[in-house]
């Protein structure tokens, strides 16, 4: 199940499905008691991603995905690939016409990237951290779970949902997360994002889930930082590809993690 969190879109041969949007009614809330436990929420969303069907989810091991990136006030369009294996390596490129290729990955070890920008790096404990929160919403519920309070009931883009805080254990920024109270999906986030150039506050709505083969994912993803916004869309999804990508760090990321050992 994890993969549909970490896979962030996926095209399905029957097409978008738009969220329910039912609209808040504060008169309409339950009481302070009847909010629901963090750990309901998040096995709610990781059986409604499923469809019911946790068996056929649990039997994906690895996918590749192909998105489009765009970003309309600076029409910049931009393809990118993602690869995710279990339990939790990652790699996603991504190529910006006339700057070149951006890769990042992890090998469940260290996390690297290079990119025409800044070059080779090894990414920061806090940037790995990071991203391990957001695999264990749907890997290991029950941890984020104990991280976890539902703070209320909560109009989010139009929709009814519950919000949900997480805070972290390490001290870092809290995850603010909204689950549709119908369908129990995740209809968006608000973190801030760890980057090179510091802690970045980041809002992702997920737009529209789409179902392929029998699983419901996030389809259509729109993120703002910094007064811009950036959309991505999936064009094509394989579960469990033949062939998989070499996850761990480059010659020039490796050459960094040398020096490192060397001077410790």
């Known amino acids: 199940m994890r993969t549909l969190l970490i896979s962030a879109a996926l095209l399905s041969a029957c097409g978008e499905k738009t969220p329910p949007t039912v609209a808040a009614d504060p008169e309409a809330a339950p009481a302070e008691d009847a909010l629901p436990e963090p750990l309901a ?15 056929r989810a649990e039997a994906v ?11 309309p006030s600076q029409g910049i369009t931009a393809p990118i ?9 990652t790699l996603i490129r991504m190529t910006l016409e006339g700057l070149g290729e951006s890769v990042q990955g992890y090998d469940g070890e260290v996390g690297w990237s290079v990119d025409p920008m800044m070059g080779p790096r090894v990414m920061s404990e806090a940037e790995v951290a990071q991203q391990a929160l957001l695999r264990q919403l749907t890997e290991d519920p029950s941890v984020v ?3 976890a309070e539902v703070t209320g ?26 689950f549709d109270v119908e369908s129990g999906l995740l209809m968006g986030m608000v973190n801030k994002v ?57 010659e020039a990321v490796q050459a960094l993690l040398d020096e490192a050992a060397g001077g410790n």
């Open 145 to 147: 779970a104990g991280m």
């Open 153 to 178: 009931r909560e109009d989010f883009e139009g929709m009814d949902t519950w919000a949900m805080t997480v805070e972290p254990p390490d001290g870092a920024a809290p995850l603010h997360l909204w």
């Open 41 to 55: 929420l998040l096995q709610g969303y990781e059986a409604a991603l499923a469809n019911g069907d946790l068996a």
């Open 81 to 89: 690939e993602s690869w995710w294996a279990a339990p939790d390596k």
């Open 61 to 71: 091991t690895s996918t590749y995905t192909a998105m489009k990136m765009e970003m």
């Open 194 to 250: 760890e980057t090179p150039m510091g802690a970045m506050e980041t809002r992702t709505v997920n737009a529209a889930y789409t179902e392929y083969d029998g699983l419901l994912v996030p389809s259509r993803i729109v993120q703002t930082a910094l007064g811009m916004e950036q959309v991505l869309t999936v064009e094509s999804v394989t579960w469990n590809p033949e062939t998989l990508p070499d996850f761990g760090p480059p």
